[in-house]
C-alpha cells in the first residue's frame, strides 16, 4: 500500500544551525505534500506544503524540496530558534482518479529539539 | 480555534465498552479524517470520509466504525474489538474530498483503556 518514510526520527541541533528532514513516498501518482509541526500537547498545524508541479517552496526560514523522480522531498529550516523544538510530519497526498484523493498519507515523525 | 472540535479531550474507558468519540467541524469542509497518533508511528488513517453519507476505511480500521450523516459531524466508535484502543486521536477535515488540500486537525482526544 502507500507509505511515506520519514528521517531522522530525532534531530538535535545548536541554536542558528539548520536542519533537514527527509521523507520519501511509494505512490508515484501522488501529487500533494505538506508538513506540519506539532507543539507539545497541541494540534498539528501546516506550516509548509508543495504540490507537484513545483520543486522547491521557500517561506521565510522554511523551505521544502521535492524530487518527483526520486520520490523525495525534504524540510529545510534555517537559523533555528528555541521555538522550533516540536514534532514535523511529512505527508503525501494521493493522485487522482485512484478513490484515494483527498487522503493524507504521514511519516512517522521527527522530534526537533533546538538547543539555546 | 481552527473551527474543528474534539471531545472530550481526556477519556477513559473500561475493557469490554464501546466509547465514542465527538468530533465538530463549522468550517463547511466535504472532507473529515480520524487519525490515531502513537509514539514513533506518525499518524495512521483510521477512517475517512470525502463527503456526507459516505466513507471509506483507513490503513488501520479495524475495530473501529464511523458515521457521517451530517457535514459537519464526524463521530469515531471505538469497539470492544479494537485490542490496543489507548492513544492520542485526532480529528481532521479539509475543504475538498476530491483534491488534496491542507487538512486542519482537532486539539485531539487521549482516549486510555484503564
Known sequence: GENVEQHPSTLSVQEGDSAVIKCTYSDSASNYFPWYKQELGKRPQLIIDIRSNVGEKKDQRIAVTLNKTAKHFSLHITETQPEDSAVYFCAAGLGVGSGNTGKLIFGQGTTLQVKP | ?114
Not at chain 2, 472540535?5 to 468519540?21: A, I
Not at chain 2, 481532521?92 to 482526544?109: K, L
Request: charged letters at 20%.
Open chain 2, 1 to 114: 480555534d481552527g473551527g474543528i472540535t474534539q471531545s472530550p479531550k481526556y477519556l477513559f474507558r473500561k475493557e469490554g465498552q464501546n466509547v465514542t468519540l465527538s468530533c465538530e467541524q463549522n468550517l463547511n469542509h466535504d472532507a473529515m479524517y480520524w487519525y490515531r497518533q502513537d509514539p514513533g508511528q506518525g499518524l495512521r488513517l483510521i477512517y475517512y470520509s470525502q463527503i456526507v453519507n459516505d466513507f471509506q476505511k483507513g490503513d488501520i480500521a479495524e475495530g473501529y466504525s464511523v458515521s457521517r450523516e451530517k457535514k459537519e459531524s464526524f463521530p469515531l466508535t471505538v469497539t470492544s474489538a479494537q485490542k490496543n484502543p489507548t492513544a492520542f486521536y485526532l480529528c481532521a477535515s479539509s475543504i475538498s474530498g476530491t483534491s488534496n488540500t491542507e487538512a486542519f486537525f482537532g486539539q485531539g482526544t487521549r482516549l486510555t483503556v484503564v
